[in-house]
């Protein structure tokens, strides 16, 4: 389990655990001398939690009718333990610190962590997962043309280490990624780049990763799902309440929750995949795009 989903996973105990005991946030946080609203942070996953807080709680928690057994105490410390470990991309807290990863850019980084599967719709530009080194390149190149060059080499090499989910051990990440067939023939840099880029998208359809699905949308593929704009599912094997939409725009990201917003987007992304090119029409479809380079 990473640290985020530690986090929420603790949380979660922990409330479950001082309701049980009939306690209040101002009464759990009165022997710590901790307030009301950083109990209630620590509940919602929020702050990396100190052991000695926690161990506090659970202290507070047994002097109350049930009390908490020896399997309680050792999974609520374990699952603080394991939300104060060090992540994949510590070693680019340079890059998250920085104007390159915005903060909602940041927040989609660690869900994406701790997602078990992703669907995912991209009308204009490869996906970050399935984009090769010098695609990223060119996108940080355009994107962000008054940082220094080291600054966007640092971004590539934290974008690249993103992928590690696809081939994390034990349980790989599953993603789904609906292309628009534009984004095949988007001159994201020169013939080598889209050259290089294409062929790799061409590998992962042909014999990639088994937990890895791409498909083409034909350019002429018009439906609701199609209008609107790039958009993602990502659902958590741990924590199903968790499950998202997640909508990005120019200035700003959006993540939906409920229900009934998950229901439509689930049922958008199956429209897609119904409607896109199938494995074979998809590899056709980027084999074309590559002789069109040449």
């Known amino acids: 389990m990473s640290p985020t989903a530690a986090r929420r996973r603790l949380g979660a105990v922990l409330r479950e ?11 759990a946080g009165k022997p710590l001398q901790r307030s ?10 929020k702050v990396k939690p100190r052991l000695i807080d926690v161990g506090a709680l659970i202290d507070l928690f047994d002097e109350t009718t049930p009390g908490v057994s020896d399997d309680e105490r050792a999974l ?33 980084m660690e869900f994406e962590t701790d997602a078990d599967t992703i669907q995912n719709y991209e009308p204009d530009l490869v996906p970050g997962l ?8 060119q996108i940080a190149a355009r994107f962000y043309p008054d940082h220094e060059i080291e600054q966007r080499r640092r971004f590539v090499e934290f974008r690249s280490a993103r992928q590690n989910v696809l081939t994390r051990k034990p349980s790989p990440l599953k993603l789904h990624a609906v292309l628009g067939e534009q984004v095949l023939r988007r001159a994201v840099g020169d013939v080598e780049v889209m050259r290089t880029q294409l062929k790799a998208l061409a590998h992962n359809v042909r014999n ?36 998202l939409v997640y909508l990005e725009g120019r200035s700003g990201a959006d993540y939906l929750y409920g229900e009934g917003e998950l229901a439509t987007y689930r049922g958008y992304f199956t429209e897609l995949a119904d409607l896109a090119l199938d494995q074979e029409g998809s590899l056709a479809a980027i084999e074309e795009a590559l002789k069109e380079l040449a």
Do not use: K
């Not at 399935?130 to 390149?137: I, S, V």
């Not at 439906?223 to 741990?238: C, E, L, P, Q, Y």
């Open 17 to 27: 655990f001082r309701e049980r005991a009939g306690l209040t946030l101002d009464d």
């Open 36 to 45: 009301a609203a950083t109990i209630s942070r620590l509940e919602n996953g």
């Open 76 to 108: 609520v410390l374990g699952l603080a333990a394991d939300s104060r470990r060090e992540t994949w991309f510590s070693p680019f807290r340079d890059v998250l610190a920085g104007t390159m990863v915005s903060e909602h850019g940041r927040r989609y």
């Open 130 to 137: 399935l984009q090769t080194p010098t695609y990223t390149e």
């Open 208 to 243: 990639g990763l088994p937990n890895v699905t791409i498909q083409v949308a034909p350019a002429a593929l018009l439906t609701r799902a199609t209008i609107g704009g790039a958009f993602v599912v990502m659902s958590f094997a741990d924590a199903q309440d968790d499950d």
